[in-house]
């Protein structure tokens, strides 16, 4: 049977985005690891997610390919994956795969003028120390935004929807797809 997960989607501005960090980084002892493959196996952590460019400028407007973070405790080290390529050599794959127990944040962020790119957080774990940290920004999300349909939308970007911004999952879907003020 597969393993039940626990989800938020969100939208924040930048802005709102590097506030609701710096306050959770503030209150919780965490480092972030890049998810994604790459040529090399090694996985730096940082330290702090708050002044990361991914929060002020997306490159793609989609957020199955937006940039996405494993969150850990300061010294705890992710599992990282090898893949054997078909043209000889490896990639190194660092995903909720083999780290099942880590949460993983997606930030919401800007991809154009007019077009804000949902975020999410997800975890398949509460009991680990990263499922205590997925339900601690989980929370602070929450108080910061208010439920717009099936997602959780801060105050700026609520008021960036208003003024006819596209909040979307992905910025080349019609605009049936937007989410809707309410």
């Known amino acids: 049977m597969p393993q039940r997960g626990y989800n938020l989607h969100f939208f924040l501005t930048p802005t709102e985005q590097v506030a609701l960090l710096e306050v959770f980084e503030a209150?919780?002892?965490v480092s972030y690891h890049q998810a994604g493959t790459s040529a090399a196996p090694d996985t730096p952590a940082l330290a702090s997610l708050a002044g990361a460019e991914s929060l002020s400028r997306l490159t793609i407007g989609d957020w199955n390919h937006s940039p996405s973070y494993l969150l850990t405790f300061p010294d705890e080290r992710v599992v990282v994956r090898e893949i054997t390529l078909r043209k000889d050599g490896y990639a190194?794959?660092?995903?909720?795969?083999?780290?099942p127990?880590?949460?993983r944040l997606r930030p919401s962020g800007q991809f154009a003028e007019g077009v804000l790119v949902a975020g999410s957080l997800a975890t398949y774990s509460r009991s680990s120390y990263s499922g205590l940290l997925f339900q601690a920004l989980a929370k602070l999300i929450k108080q910061r935004s208010r439920r717009i349909g099936a997602f959780w939308v801060g105050?700026?970007?609520e008021e960036q929807l208003q003024r006819g911004w596209r909040l979307v999952t992905i910025a080349s879907s019609p605009r049936?797809?937007?989410?809707?003020?309410?």
């Open 27 to 29: 209150r919780h002892r």
């Open 92 to 99: 190194y794959a660092v995903d909720q795969m083999e780290n």
């Open 101 to 103: 127990e880590l949460a």
């Open 155 to 157: 105050r700026e970007a």
């Open 176 to 182: 049936e797809y937007d989410l809707i003020w309410e």
